[in-house]
């Protein structure tokens, strides 16, 4: 049973858990601006925002609303339609940077699940000291986490051109938090590698890398 819990923890990290959060953020925000919804009636009695009635106060007609319905609640093409408006660009410009990085937004989620898959593995052959590849050394990792932090750059330099500073304070939260994690997967990384080496030099093969850091048995 101790195994077990060892196994749990060390397979389920706190760099799986990064790993996964970046993978739902950017994956929802990509599909996101696929799936805008549809503008729908709703007839329900409790929407109606006015009604007019005879004089018997029988209600003949009822205002009732419009609201979309979709997986998001906005329509995101609007959304940047109206933004370009004010930079005087015809809507083809915001209709081909929204999805532009909606794709850039996907294929970040892809590479953050392709890494938190890899949590689930043992790599070690790819981390071989001296070996040389885009995941040995972390290459893949910087590079996806200076594209999230330039992508944070581009939407907060659009929110200042089209003056919403809503979405500026949204976006440099977003970037703050890109950077806490960037910070906290780089110590951990280190952590855990520096573990595995004193772990090899023990010979103790069967005690996760976390579990092995309260028991070694030399210094």
Same mark, same amino acid.
């Given at each position: 049973?101790?195994?077990?819990?060892?196994?749990?923890?060390?397979?389920?990290?706190?760099?799986?858990?990064?790993?996964?959060?970046?993978?739902? #953020?950017?994956?929802?925000?990509?599909?996101?601006?696929?799936?805008?919804?549809? /503008?729908?009636?709703?007839?329900?009695?409790?929407?109606?925002? !006015?009604? =007019?009635?005879?004089?018997?106060?029988?209600?003949? $007609?009822?205002?009732?609303?419009?609201?979309?319905?979709?997986? $998001? !609640?906005?329509?995101?093409?609007?959304?940047?339609?109206?933004?370009?408006?004010?930079?005087? =660009?015809?809507?083809?410009?915001?209709?081909?940077? =929204?999805?532009?990085?909606?794709?850039?937004?996907?294929?970040?989620?892809?590479? #953050?699940?392709?890494?938190?898959?890899?949590?689930?593995?043992?790599?070690?052959?790819?981390?071989?000291?001296?070996?040389?590849?885009?995941?040995?050394?972390?290459?893949?990792?910087?590079?996806?986490?200076?594209? /999230?932090?330039?992508?944070?750059?581009?939407?907060?330099?659009?929110?200042?051109?089209? !003056?919403?500073?809503?979405?500026?304070?949204?976006? !440099?939260?977003?970037?703050?938090?890109?950077?806490?994690? $960037?910070?906290?997967? $780089?110590?951990?990384?280190?952590? #855990?590698?520096?573990?595995?080496?004193?772990?090899?030099?023990?010979?103790?093969?069967?005690? /996760?890398?976390?579990?092995? /850091?309260?028991?070694?048995?030399?210094?």
């Amino acid at each position: 049973m101790k195994k077990i819990i060892y196994l749990i923890d060390n397979k389920i990290n706190m760099i799986t858990i990064l790993f996964l959060f970046w993978t739902l #953020f950017w994956g929802l925000n990509g599909f996101d601006k696929f799936f805008n919804g549809s /503008s729908q009636l709703v007839k329900e009695r409790w929407a109606s925002q !006015g009604v =007019l009635v005879d004089k018997d106060k029988n209600v003949v $007609y009822s205002i009732q609303p419009n609201e979309r319905v979709g997986w $998001y !609640g906005a329509s995101r093409d609007a959304k940047f339609a109206n933004y370009f408006r004010t930079l005087h =660009l015809p809507p083809i410009v915001a209709t081909i940077t =929204l999805y532009f990085f909606a794709i850039l937004e996907i294929i970040l989620a892809a590479l #953050f699940f392709w890494l938190f898959i890899r949590q689930f593995y043992d790599n070690r052959d790819e981390e071989a000291p001296g070996k040389k590849g885009l995941i040995a050394d972390r290459t893949i990792h910087r590079l996806i986490f200076k594209a /999230s932090i330039w992508i944070f750059i581009a939407f907060i330099t659009g929110d200042i051109l089209f !003056g919403d500073r809503i979405e500026v304070w949204e976006h !440099g939260t977003y970037l703050a938090i890109t950077i806490v994690t $960037y910070d906290l997967w $780089y110590r951990m990384d280190q952590f #855990f590698l520096e573990l595995r080496k004193k772990k090899d030099s023990f010979g103790d093969e069967e005690i /996760s890398p976390q579990a092995s /850091s309260y028991d070694f048995k030399a210094d």
